[in-house]
């Protein structure tokens, strides 16, 4: 049997392929239409996955909340999604346990169309925020992470969500048209709509989550802004995968981290991500630059039990919830 599986090996290497491991585990783990979930795209692109025993498969689904809902049906494994959704999932029975993180700096951030006036811009937040009352604000998907923190942008500005329309927008690729084309006013939407404002000039940011730019409640939640996040079924069944997976993501933040390997990092997003658009290329080396100092695996408590309490005390949740739980072993 070793003899035959030898051979099958060096067959399938010349032809160009590999023979998986016997009893490797099959990861399917959420991305996203842009720079999406990086760490595992580097793992994958690197062989992180397979050298710990692991298969990452990456399934592209554009929203959180589609995520999570996709993670509980079984279709998924891994879900990425900020706290604000997983908190959400909690209340509503969810067993759930948090891997690690992928992004640890805030990920979304207020942008203005270059049709829109925003004459209160040069006193930044919160009275730029007066500037969107009675505008049209695209997020992601109703009930997504953006909009609960454009809400909290608004309400620390001394505004509601009815003070503006939210439109779901979808991911980059289709919110780029819809600023574009004035079908909204503004936009709460992650990379690489930074690249596009700042190089094509389509629309600019003017609510800076990353920089420290609004509310404490936002900005507080640095340290696990998007977590990967699995069940706790999923996660006794399969602890040797899980530890695996772990390995992976923290080679491929080592990779992330070096600077010297920024090169590497471009050409994963080149080969993962192509911008069908003028200087698609210099979008998307700004947008890693600006994402790269987040991509990071460690989650921090206390940014994720803060992310509850915002939501407690905003409104969002009924009851407090205590996060410890989702970051113990299953």
Sequence with gaps: MRRTRSLMTLVLALAGF??????????????????????????????????????????????????????LAGDIDVAFAPPEVIIQAMGKG???????????????YLMASTKLATP???????AVMQDFKGKRIGVTARGSAAEFQLVTLLQGAGLSASDVTILPAGAPNTALPAIVNGQIDGLMLFSPMDGFCEVNKVCRIVVDPRKGEGPADVVQMSGAAVVQ?????????????????K????????????????????????????????????????????????MRFAVDPKALQHAADYMQRTGQIAAKVDTAPLLTAP
């Design 18 to 71: 590999t023979l998986p491991a016997f009893g490797q585990t099959t990861l399917r783990i959420q991305d996203y239409p842009g720079v999406g979930n990086f760490l595992p795209r580097i793992a994958v692109a690197k062989g992180l996955c397979e050298k710990h025993g692991v298969k990452c498969e990456l399934r592209s689904i554009p929203a959180a909340p589609l995520g999570v809902q996709t993670l």
């Design 94 to 108: 969810a067993d759930l346990k948090v891997l690690g993180s992928g992004a640890t700096k805030p990920i979304f």
């Design 120 to 126: 209160n811009e040069a006193k930044g937040y919160p």
């Design 229 to 245: 996040v699995t069940t706790t079924a999923f996660a006794r069944k399969n602890a040797a995968a899980i530890a695996g997976f």
């Design 247 to 294: 390995r992976a993501m923290a080679e491929a933040e080592a990779i992330a981290q070096d600077a010297a390997k920024f090169g590497e990092v471009m050409a994963v997003g080149l080969d993962t991500f192509k911008i069908n658009a003028p200087n698609g290329e210099k979008v998307l080396e700004v947008t890693l630059r600006n994402a790269v100092a987040g």
